[in-house]
């Protein structure tokens, strides 16, 4: 009371206007107390959390339920104190409308679907016959106790009825409980699911139970008719199919409307939370199982749903339905505790208590025998010994029990308190006792334990393949087994369901095993990312030095070269002049952000929509860890390959750069900020003219490197400029770049041969003669150094000959042809390395697709994006541009200039 | 290690497998066969629920993979297969039984997968090379006309990767992956199950109430 008085603000609102005349402030508690007690209460419960998983110790030790039953415990008797009576008990009413729903929809929808149905029958049955059993035997032994004379309290008045009725209650394994302990006990996932799957359907045979043995019990025993037998099994079928169909019928119309909501995904994860409590309500009010219409709502909907909303709301709904579960669990186990206090609903009967505790443990562990034995006739994998002992031994009771027998009318069951206090043995018994010893039998008993891990593209695939081959070999045999009827129900959902449930996007892509794949690629991406933080965070990168970052604003290349206004302006003085630290660093920090970063976003607009998220930056996001993710997978497969080949072009290809090429002064990283518009620089420089410039420009790191503490990358760049133009109509002009860099020491530190893959800076990529992006053949072919040297010392040759005889330049340049230069490299690489390597023709490649995938990559129009998205492998030319080396990069310019 | 080195161990029909169930067995092999002695593969055609499973051409084949599968001296294929035959590809999905100890359990797996091994090494090499990786998941994807054959061919690229990656580890600077060897592919089903997966209800249930 004091803590919420205290947040409560001085009161705004004018009220009423008091008779003493206007008040500064007036005192209001009345009107926010029940909220205010909500508030507190959650947070007081979600403090205590906090509280408790500061020591990882005691947590892996007690479970967290026992933890929170024990503070209820506390807190009530504060509380009992303070007040002087029982407060804030746990509520019949709020707990079956507020905080069980959430619960059950969370354990429904992230139900492992597929795990689920696969075991329905054993789950069916432990629900269905095992709560029967309980109830009833329970139920009987206790009275017989009674009959017998063992209970000595006299007030302990019940019939055979009433204690039906209380076995029916306490019999049901309660879902909040075993989720909670068995979540934290990493049983196998068969185990798992059957226990937790029990747990959740058998609510509907022990409410159906509770209802017909409390209308018996209030009939009196003299007035039950056979025919009221007969009513109580047909509305035992009747409330659990009900129950079941009126969840199938909200997560049709769940998945439904969120085929429409493209346009207002804000409001996504508010109807996933409002039809499933709308079904739970609906359900409810006709008196339905309202679990079971929650539980199917949620398993059937989600494939739809997460197919049709997107990603942020998919995020949202998970993190909302966990946030709101794991309090109501949280409260429930308080209030437990809370409720336990009151002595005045207490009457104690100690044959009762214990009798129940024995009934209870004996009537389970026999039923699940039983039914294991009977179950094992007909499963294919036999529940053994050790499973059926952790499936006895789980059987937790809780929230429910309680407060069904809460809702007991003590004018018809004259024991009620006796109950209550019985029921809250029972569930304190099971919950701490039980929950805290589950651990340890798990492990002493050695019970298989599921590894929790991500699955494998291989995995999936694997397991799809083997679903068809299962189907295939029960139509082989003439045999309609589960198989069958699943891949049927499949055809059918293929077929049907899903394109009508599905938004026409959604269902195209919709695969599981491209879901896999998918989640897989951003997966890696995302931890590459993070290593590729810590690469950069390694003091690989020295930060510009203030005078530096001064020195050369204005005096970039652009300017230089429109300043001198001619083709010869490559003087390499001049640019050699130009080159800074400052440059060099930016470089160096371009590509490393370049290739641990993703595209660099546009700057957050500070707008405010409260109906709209910017809606395409997810996508980009993706497109772009696809692409870089592929480009990394693949170089952790060939970095290496080829090394020794590319080195011995590298070592040729210096050798010819030194005859030809006017080697500059080390540290010539032509990192050039152009800041005028390229089209402009193009105009003002008279390409056609220029004469051949061959200029290299090798790292000092790069010379004398050959250890891998390489420095960051450093661009050697050699320019190979000529004009052609004579022969070519005067209209080509060839370049090559060749910057060497040495960039992969820097990754050194990954696990991967990976390599932040370095792109050209924007400079080198927009070099002033680089006039019309659209237009221009740029291609920039680092990988093939790296992957097919071969290929890539023809492509040098042919430029190097083109070089030699001005006359006639080769026609593989020319022209149209040069498009196909930005992925020479994949598209020929099968050949030539068969061609280095004729012994290994049969070893993984990465043959003919990818280079069409890539031609066809050059040639699209920025449209295709999702095509993009769908060729996750191959390389766009920017990838290409992004391609990590241990070698030196030779980057290929081949500009058609007819513009 | 190629596969061809192990002489394939003999292959006992499990004990649960009762003459009702070889009975129904040998009832549908006949319907199969048009009452012949002899099944071959255009029988398999006359299946109409084969008629949409993506990988019906694999499986089909798996039963008349003579040396690997049936247990024959000689290569290559079957042209037909007689019931013994059958039984023997049928045994492949028996379920797992109480009573096996870890060798006999480890045995049983092996069995499965080898089977499983062979329907993708389509070129009887022992090794699952990207090409026969990508003919499986092309026709596995097949079912899904939206999805293109790009894409599928980057997942089974993705997968091959994967595979190299759980199997070989850090990869040195000339090694090449040239394929999924049977160890890799032991490796990779680690962590699932399959003993508790790979079986058909047949070869348990006598009672058979469909089958016409």
């Known amino acids: ?899 | 290690g190629s596969l061809g080195a192990h002489p394939p161990s003999p292959l006992s029909l499990p004990p649960t497998v009762t003459s009702e169930q070889i009975e129904h067995l040998h009832r549908r092999f006949k319907q199969l066969s048009r009452d012949q002695l002899t099944i071959r593969k255009e029988n398999f055609d006359s299946i109409p629920d084969l008629e949409f499973n993506p990988i019906r051409g694999k499986i089909i084949h798996a039963f008349f993979d003579k040396r690997r599968n049936l247990r024959q001296e000689s290569d290559g294929l079957a042209d037909e297969i007689n019931f013994e035959d059958f039984l023997t590809i049928m045994s492949y999905f028996r379920p797992i039984e109480m009573n096996m100890d870890e060798e006999q359990l480890d045995r049983f797996r092996k069995e499965k997968l080898k089977f499983l091994f062979h329907m993708y090494d389509s070129d009887h090499d022992g090794k699952i090379t990207l090409q026969e990786y990508r003919n499986v998941v092309e026709e596995l994807l097949s079912g899904n006309p939206h999805l293109e054959k790009e894409s599928v061919r980057s997942i089974a690229d993705g997968a091959m990767m994967e595979a190299a990656s759980i199997c070989v580890g850090q990869m040195g600077p000339d090694q090449v992956y040239e394929g999924i060897t049977f160890e890799d592919f032991l490796k990779m089903w680690q962590g699932i199950d399959i003993e508790t997966k790979m079986h058909v209800r047949f070869l348990n249930m006598e009672t058979i109430a469909h089958c016409y």
């Not at chain 1, 039906?164 to 979540?183: C, H, K, R």
């Not at chain 1, 009827?485 to 938004?503: G, I, T, V």
């Not at chain 1, 890696?524 to 930060?543: M, P, R, T, Y």
């Open chain 1, 1 to 899: 009371g004091e803590r919420c008085g205290a947040m409560q603000p001085p009161a705004a609102s004018p009220g009423p206007a008091a008779p003493e005349g206007a008040e500064l402030l007036r005192w209001q508690w009345q009107e926010v107390q029940g909220p205010c007690l909500v508030a507190g209460w959650i947070l007081v419960a979600s403090l205590a959390k906090i509280v408790f998983h500061l020591s990882r110790k005691v947590t892996s030790i007690v479970p967290e339920s026992c933890l929170l039953i024990l503070l209820g415990l506390g807190l009530g008797g504060i509380v009992l104190a303070v007040a002087k009576k029982a407060e804030y008990q746990l509520e019949p009413n709020m707990f079956f409308l507020f905080l069980l729903p959430p619960i059950v929809l969370d354990s429904g929808y992230f139900m492992p679907s597929r795990l689920f149905f696969d075991n329905i029958g054993a789950i069916l049955t432990y629900a269905v016959v095992g709560t029967l059993w309980n109830s009833f035997t329970t139920g009987a032994a206790l009275w017989g106790l009674h009959r017998a004379g063992l209970m000595a309290d006299p007030g302990v008045e019940a019939g055979l009825m009433d204690f039906l009725l209380f076995g029916s209650l306490i019999s049901a394994v309660d879902p909040v409980a075993v989720l909670a302990v068995f979540e934290e006990v990493h049983v196998n996932e068969t185990l798992f699911i059957i226990v937790f799957g029990e747990s959740l359907l058998n609510d509907a045979v022990t409410v159906v139970l509770y209802k017909v043995f409390n209308s018996f019990v209030e009939l009196g025993p003299a007035h039950i008719h056979a025919m009221d037998y007969v009513k109580g099994v047909a509305s035992f079928f009747l409330v659990s199919l009900g129950g079941t169909a009126v969840g199938l019928l909200f997560a049709f119309l769940l998945a439904l409307i969120t085929r429409f909501t493209k346009r207002v995904r804000i409001i996504e994860p508010l109807f996933v939370f409002l039809l499933a409590y709308v079904a739970y309500l609906a359900a409810e009010m006709v008196s339905l199982s309202s679990i079971l219409a929650v539980t199917f709502c949620g398993i059937c909907c989600k494939k739809y749903v997460e197919a049709n909303i997107s990603q942020k709301s998919r995020t949202t709904v998970k993190y909302t339905m966990k946030t709101l579960a794991s309090s109501s669990e949280t409260i429930i186990f308080m209030f437990l505790g809370i409720s336990a206090v009151d002595t005045s609903k207490w009457a104690w009967d100690t044959a009762l208590v214990l009798g129940t505790l024995f009934f209870i443990l004996l009537f389970r562990a026999v039923g699940v025998v039983l039914q294991t034995c009977m179950l094992n006739r007909f499963r294919l994998i036999p529940l053994d010994r050790i499973d059926q002992v952790v499936m006895s031994y789980g059987g937790l009771r809780g929230a429910v029990a309680f407060a069904l027998v809460i809702l007991l009318d003590r004018a018809k069951v004259k024991a009620k308190d006796y109950f209550v206090a019985t029921t809250i043995v029972v569930v304190f018994f099971t919950v701490i006792v039980q929950g805290l010893t589950i651990k340890p039998l798990v492990t002493w008993l050695k019970v298989k334990r599921s590894d929790h891990h991500k699955p494998t593209l291989n995995e999936e695939l694997h397991e799809h393949a083997f679903d068809h081959i299962l189907a295939a070999v029960e139509d082989i045999v003439g045999h309609h087994g589960y198989h069958y009827w699943r891949d049927k129900w499949e055809q059918f959902d293929k077929k049907y369901l899903s394109q009508l449930l599905m938004r026409k996007s959604a269902y195209r892509l919709r695969d599981e095993i491209w879901d896999v794949y998918y989640k897989l690629n951003i997966r890696d991406a995302i931890s590459f990312v993070d290593q590729g933080g810590h690469v950069l965070s390694a003091a690989k990168l020295a930060l510009p030095s203030m005078p530096s970052r001064t020195s050369m604003s204005e005096s970039s290349v652009t300017n230089l070269l429109r300043e001198s206004g001619s083709g010869a302006c490559l003087d390499l003085q001049v640019i050699d002049t130009v080159r800074s630290r400052r440059d060099k660093e930016d470089a160096a920090m371009h590509h490393v952000l370049r290739g641990s970063l993703y595209k660099p976003r546009r700057r957050y607009k500070a707008s405010y929509s409260r109906h709209f998220i910017s809606p395409d930056k997810q996508e980009r996001q993706d497109k772009e860890i696809f692409r870089q993710n592929m480009k990394r997978r693949l170089e952790t497969f060939k970095s290496t390959k080829h090394n020794v080949c590319s080195s011995k072009s590298k070592a040729r290809l210096k050798e010819k750069g030194r005859k030809k090429a006017i080697p500059l002064p080390s540290q010539k990283n032509i990192s050039l900020t152009s800041d005028a518009p390229n089209g402009k620089t193009h105009r003002n420089i008279p390409w056609q003219e220029a004469a051949p410039v061959l200029v290299m420009v090798s790292s000092e790191e790069e010379e004398s490197d050959s250890s891998e503490t390489e420095k960051e990358d450093d661009e050697g760049i050699v320019f190979i400029a000529r004009a052609t133009s004579e022969v070519l109509q005067g209209k080509t002009t060839h370049v090559l770049i060749v910057p060497s860099s040495a960039s992969a020491g820097s990754l050194d530190v990954c696990p991967s041969p990976c390599i932040i893959p370095p792109s050209p800076t924007l400079a080198e990529k927009e070099l002033p003669w680089k006039g019309d992006q659209a237009d221009l053949a740029v291609y920039v072919s680092s990988e093939t150094t790296k992957i097919v040297p071969v290929d890539m010392q023809k492509a040098w040759n042919q430029s190097i000959s083109s070089l030699e005889s001005i006359a006639s330049p080769p026609g593989i340049e020319s022209g149209p042809q040069h498009r196909r230069f930005a992925c020479p490299v994949l598209e020929e690489q099968p050949q030539s390395a068969s061609q280095a390597m004729p012994e290994q023709s049969s070893c993984f490649q990465f043959p003919s697709h990818v280079s069409k995938s890539g031609r066809s990559q050059s040639d699209s129009s920025p449209d295709g994006v999702e095509q993009q998205e769908l060729q996750p492998l191959m390389a766009t030319e920017e990838q290409g541009r992004m391609l990590p080396t241990t070698e030196p990069r030779w980057l290929m310019f081949n500009r058609a200039s007819h513009l």
